[in-house]
């Protein structure tokens, strides 16, 4: 078996794919009869490689269950979805994760898999009941037993539906309305009878029963009174809790993806259904069908595969990011298919796994697998390639780590390389093997958080009870530290990509991306405006304020948003500035030449008399004091000094510094830590 590999630190510059369209053209629409041939792929060396017995593209990962029964798996992990430990974010190459499995489903950050005793297991989120009853935990990184008797069973948007032996159909979890409606519960609730196979969508749930006709719950269009009649009446015959929205007989194959069904009829036809829309037939002679985000995928009775859609991510496969409304051919010699959010994977009728679409979590190959149309690293697969090839079937299942916490222990002197302190309540600890280490106020090691999971870290910020690490692939990972989870938006960064910069304050997260752009994530208590970044552009550094975000532009000028009730706005004429840090009602900048500028409420405390400083390299802003580094490793502080926050004349060799509300900690070069304030 390959290893796990944790993440690779790659060049931010090699992160964006030029070509790559993010936005979706809102006139975009599926469906249309007339056909086409994609480009031919660049000719891929075929080796031997496992048969796949069965598959699943998730929302960022996917999964195959090989021909010996073992059920592998690769990408997204932050859950544990991927069923690895939470030591790795990321599996960018397949590992094993269960044996004696026939079945899989990979949803929204968790997996479900049926065994050939016929038993249901689950691993990963749980925060909306995804694993019912089976885990008191937020998540699982170890399958976990959930039910017996199960044929099939299909993993969702926060929720999941399951057909058992008897036909039965039950669904568990809070995630939707429409599909659970008064029934929303982690609870086992069984909805119909006759049922043979079940798909889900965003916020819909299409089931397939024994005699051929399709029950869809979530979907609905206006129809005729006869319409309504013979519907309610065929309702009866599949018993259940919760009458179907949408009844057709005939039906021999379906698909669901976030917001659209497709389904086959019993003479190929291929039809199309969306809310408030009746019915369109799309293509003739289709045998399997899948559907993902805005994209869909046929499987003509010739084994040729077709695709159609939106392709910002390169999920349709044709070699292109163009959208299609009419479909292309990308795959022959196809059995099935199955469509991810924006990626895709499909099974040869000789057993092989095909892959293509978003690669940014390492979902379809390795990253450091090129493509060969774009030559870019490969965060997006533009043609299918082949996958699993050289997979050691007889590799071992993992030994997962235990996760009980560690005694307290002192950190070693000369472990850190950089530290960073919130507003007197989380000190974090940057290793430079890329962990993260988080210490008491006596500065000995807490490991009682998520934390302690982290690799391949490069920054981290922390606030007022959440915090955020930048790893050296772009994306970014957050824990929110608060019993009542006050701080689980500001936290909410784990579709951030290309990101070069992170700071924190307070509420407040900001991520500076590599093309100059800026994103935070949504206000979590008051709204004063700190978010409208959306057109800031040419930023080459950034700053969270309490209530206000900075950026830096390439000229040296500062633009700035947010409350401004202490005039810490007010930047407009400030120059050539490299480093900006901001609290909740001042803000401090350090030029070039190493003076500083400092603007907001002064308070009587003097935390704005900088003028006279010179060859700082660093500065620091707390509730009403500011620090600065000297190119000496001498400090220098002003402002409130009640809580000895300002006793740093003393402090020498220090090589970084940080600084909460009331409190200022220094790194020193040897790697041991001092600390002047209060927590």
Excluded at 296 to 315: C, E, P, R
Excluded at 360 to 386: H, K, M, W
Excluded at 490 to 512: F, H, K, P, Q
Aim: charged letters at 20%; a negative charge; hydrophobic letters at 40%.
């Amino acid at each position: 078996m390959k290893k796990l590999k944790q993440l690779t630190v790659i060049l931010l510059s090699l992160m964006l794919l030029v070509s790559c369209v993010e936005t979706i053209p809102d006139d975009t629409r599926q469906g249309g009869m007339s056909e086409t041939t994609a480009k031919t792929p660049a000719p891929i060396a075929s080796f031997a490689a496992p048969e796949v017995l069965a598959f699943s593209a998730g929302l960022m990962n996917s999964a195959a269950v090989l021909e010996d029964g073992s059920l592998w798996m690769w990408g997204w992990n932050y859950s544990g979805e991927s069923g690895a430990d939470p030591y790795y974010f990321l599996v960018e190459e397949p590992h094993k994760v269960m044996e004696d499995v026939r079945d899989v489903s990979c949803g929204r950050q968790f997996t479900l898999a049926v065994k050939n005793d016929n038993s249901l297991w689950g691993w990963g989120l749980n925060s909306s009941g995804e694993l019912s009853y089976a885990s008191d935990n937020p998540h699982e990184y170890v399958p976990v037993e959930l039910m017996g008797e199960v044929k099939v069973a299909v993993a969702g948007n926060g929720y999941a539906l399951a057909v058992r032996t008897d036909g039965t159909l039950w669904g568990w979890g809070l995630g939707s309305p429409s599909v659970f409606g008064p029934y929303k519960t982690p609870m086992f609730s069984q909805f119909a009878e006759n049922i043979s196979d079940v798909t889900l969508g965003l916020d819909h749930a299409a089931a397939l029963t024994t005699d051929g006709t399709l029950l869809i719950w979530g979907l609905d269009w206006e129809k005729s009174s006869q319409e309504m009649q013979t519907q309610q009446t065929r309702q009866k015959e599949y018993g259940g809790s919760k009458p179907a929205d949408v009844i057709i007989p005939n039906v021999t194959a379906v698909a669901s993806g976030d917001e659209h069904c497709l389904y086959v009829m019993e003479d190929g036809g291929l039809w199309l259904v969306e809310d408030s829309t009746a019915p369109v037939r799309l293509m003739d002679d289709v045998t399997a069908v899948s559907a993902g985000n805005g994209f869909s995928l046929a499987v003509k009775s010739d084994g040729t595969l077709w695709s159609f859609g939106v392709n910002h991510k390169y999920q349709l496969g044709d070699g292109t990011n163009e959208n299609r409304t009419e479909p292309v051919q990308i795959l022959t010699d196809v059995k099935a298919v199955s469509s991810g959010r924006e990626h895709a994977l499909a099974v040869k009728s000789d057993g092989s796994l095909w892959g293509w679409g978003d690669n940014s979590f390492a979902a379809v190959i390795d990253y450091v697998e090129s493509d060969d149309v774009t030559g870019e690293l490969n965060f997006y697969q533009s043609v299918p390639v082949q996958l699993l090839e050289g997979i050691d079937l007889n590799a071992e299942l993992p030994a997962h780590q235990d996760k009980t916490p560690q005694p307290e222990y002192i950190v070693p002197d000369d472990f850190a390389t950089e530290i960073r302190i919130s507003s007197g309540r989380v000190v974090l600890y940057l290793a430079s093997d890329g962990t993260v280490l988080q210490l008491n106020d006596n500065l000995s090691l807490r490991n009682d958080s998520d934390i302690r999971y982290w690799t391949g870290i490069v920054d981290i910020g922390t606030g007022v009870s959440h915090a955020i690490g930048l790893r050296g692939n772009g994306t970014v990972v957050g824990v929110d530290f608060s019993a009542s989870g006050r701080d689980s938006e500001a936290i909410n960064v784990s579709e951030w990509r290309n990101i070069v910069a992170i700071d924190v304050m307070y509420n407040n997260t900001v991520g500076l991306r590599s093309d100059g752009t800026v994103v935070t994530t949504r206000p979590v208590q008051s709204d004063e405006g700190q978010a409208d970044v959306g057109d800031w552009t040419d930023i080459v550094a950034i700053a969270a304020g309490s209530y206000c975000t900075y950026g830096i532009k390439s000229d040296g000028t500062v633009v700035a948003t947010g409350y401004n009730g202490f005039n810490q706005l007010e930047v407009g004429d400030w120059t050539d500035i490299i480093a900006i840090k901001a609290n909740q009602c001042h803000t401090v900048g350090l030029r070039s030449d190493g003076t500083v500028v400092a603007i907001g409420e002064n308070n009587n405390k003097g935390q704005l008399e900088v003028g006279d400083w010179t060859n700082i390299i660093e500065v620091g802003a707390g509730f009403a004091h500011t620090v600065g580094l000297r190119a000496d490793g001498t400090v220098v502080a002003v402002g409130d000094n009640s809580n000895g926050q300002c006793d740093v004349s003393d402090w020498t060799d220090i090589v970084a510094i940080s600084v909460g509300h009331n409190n200022t900690v220094g790194l020193k070069s040897d790697g041991s830590v001092v600390w002047v304030g209060v927590e």
